[in-house]
């Protein structure tokens, strides 16, 4: 199974918005609407910020949100603050043999 | 307040074993499906292995498949990760992961990650 598609790296001033891609296949992201999203600061654990394509935890800012369109599902951040600079995931549900299958992180730098 | 604190990793040599497990609570363990999500030094999450929180099906990496293996403990609302037949790129650092109550379930609360080295 390989691994779904992520830019290396985006930027984005404080205040602007960002976006990051995930792409994956017909097996996997096109398939099922159980992408999420992680962000993981450095020296940290990954945290869930959206799951199911396009909802938010409790406790996650409205900041941040998530949909879908065929085999690509996207992270868009808006408002972008200090704070959101770290690397993110996505990851996919991909079926009852493989599982699970991740992205290569994006990381966000806030200039 | 939802807890996983992981415990024995360190180093191992290659083709050696090396046991982790994984301390729960602040919730009903025996009720959720569990995950073991690995990061090696400086690359991304991978996902190694998911166990069921009802009748404790088990799935596998492909690349891990055969040699390692994920159980539970519910009475002690503890997870392991069996590892053998260890190789250099198996040194990560392994996270353990709350599921949601399906397999197909987000990883919804992450431990703080335990380090596996494998080196001669």
């Known amino acids: 199974q390989s691994a779904l598609t992520q830019p290396a790296s985006v930027s984005g001033s404080p205040g602007q918005s960002i976006t990051i891609s995930c792409t994956g296949a017909?097996?996997?992201?096109?398939?099922?609407?159980?992408v999420s999203w992680y962000q993981q600061r450095p020296g940290k654990a990954p945290k869930l910020m959206i799951y199911?394509?396009?909802k938010r935890p409790s406790g996650v800012s409205n900041r941040f949100s998530g949909s879908k369109s065929g085999n690509t599902a996207s992270l868009t951040i808006s408002g972008l603050q200090a704070e959101d600079e770290a690397d993110y995931y996505c990851?996919?549900?991909?079926?009852?043999?493989?599982?699970?299958?991740f992205g290569g992180g994006t990381k966000l730098t806030v200039l | 307040e939802v807890q996983l604190v992981e415990s024995g990793g360190g180093l191992v040599q290659p083709g050696g074993s090396l046991r982790l497990s994984c301390g729960a609570s602040?919730?009903?363990?025996?009720?959720?499906?569990m995950s073991w999500v690995r990061q090696a030094p400086g690359k991304g999450l991978q996902w190694v292995s998911t166990?069921?929180?009802?009748?404790?099906?088990?799935y596998y990496a492909d690349s891990v498949k055969g040699r390692f293996s994920i159980s539970r403990d519910n009475s002690k609302n503890t997870l392991y990760l069996q590892m053998n037949s260890l190789r250099a790129e198996d040194a990560a650092v392994y996270y353990c992961?709350?599921?949601?109550?399906?397999?197909?379930?987000?990883?919804?609360?992450w431990g703080q990650g335990i380090l596996v080295t494998v080196s001669s």
């Open positions: 199911e394509v396009s």
């Open positions: 166990i069921s929180g009802g009748d404790d099906s088990t």
């Open positions: 017909s097996s996997d992201v096109g398939n099922y609407n159980l």
């Open positions: 990851c996919s549900y991909a079926g009852s043999s493989t599982l699970e299958v």
């Open positions: 602040g919730f009903t363990f025996s009720t959720y499906a």
């Open positions: 992961a709350k599921k949601g109550l399906a397999v197909t379930g987000q990883f919804d609360c």
